[in-house]
């Protein structure tokens, strides 16, 4: 079945860049569906952060204000997040997951997150 | 933005018990809503998805109801595996945005 892994920083220095990678496995990407970021920051609800599609097209929130990009190497099947001047409010557990193969669909499954601090 | 509404906030419910989780959304999404449970630590879990089908391996006493603006999550004799947060997710239009979360505990 699909599997998804975060890996990456725990600990990021605020102005700096948020770097994530989502390992992908028992999926090609290349088959299809659309890939997602979420975060949730400690005892807050979720915020879903954008997603690609396996031919590199993405959707951002635009409450993000252009400083979010995510990016996908399907040789290695895996998919990025970048977040740029990284400050406090970052602090969050990052979810990769899996969208559906249509635009719209439900989110499943799930990586297991990573938790990421910006300190100043 | 699509904004979720989700009431209650937290709830208490014993073993045995019904509940029921109302979501809300600011305009019509049709049935684009999926229901999410989450424990403490762990990734959240699709339960229902397009409004009330349930997803592959989720109990049947798990179910979803509702279109347009307003859907219930309804957990028909609560075990005590149930404990958790519920949230409801819209996906009618992107940013697909969350509600804030059902605490349902003992």
């Known amino acids: 079945q699909v599997q998804l892994r975060e890996s990456g920083p725990e600990l990021v220095k605020a102005s700096e860049t948020l770097s994530l990678t989502c390992d992908v496995s028992?999926?090609?990407?290349?088959?299809?569906?659309?890939w997602v970021w979420i975060r949730q920051p400690p005892g807050k609800g979720l915020e879903w952060i954008g997603n690609i599609y396996h031919t590199g097209s993405t959707y951002y929130n635009p409450s993000l204000r252009g400083r979010v990009t995510i990016s996908a190497d399907t040789s290695k099947n895996q998919f990025s997040l970048n977040l740029n001047s990284a400050a406090a409010a970052d602090t969050a557990v990052y979810y990769c997951a899996k969208e559906g193969a249509v635009a719209g669909n439900w989110v499943d499954p799930w990586g297991q997150g990573i938790l990421v601090t910006v300190s100043s | 933005d699509i904004q979720m509404t989700q009431s209650p906030s937290s709830l208490s419910a014993s073993v045995g018990d019904r509940v029921t989780i109302t979501c809300r959304a600011s305009q019509s999404i049709a049935d684009s809503l999926n229901w999410y449970q989450q424990k403490p630590g762990k990734a959240p879990r699709l339960l229902i998805y397009s409004a009330s089908s349930l997803q592959n391996g989720v109990p049947s006493r798990f179910s979803g109801g509702g279109s347009g603006t307003d859907f219930t999550l309804t957990i028909n004799s609560l075990r005590p595996d149930d404990f958790a947060i519920y949230h409801c997710q819209q996906t009618h239009s992107p940013p697909f945005t969350f509600g804030p979360g059902t605490k349902v505990d003992i």
């Open positions: 028992g999926y090609s990407m290349t088959s299809g569906s659309y």
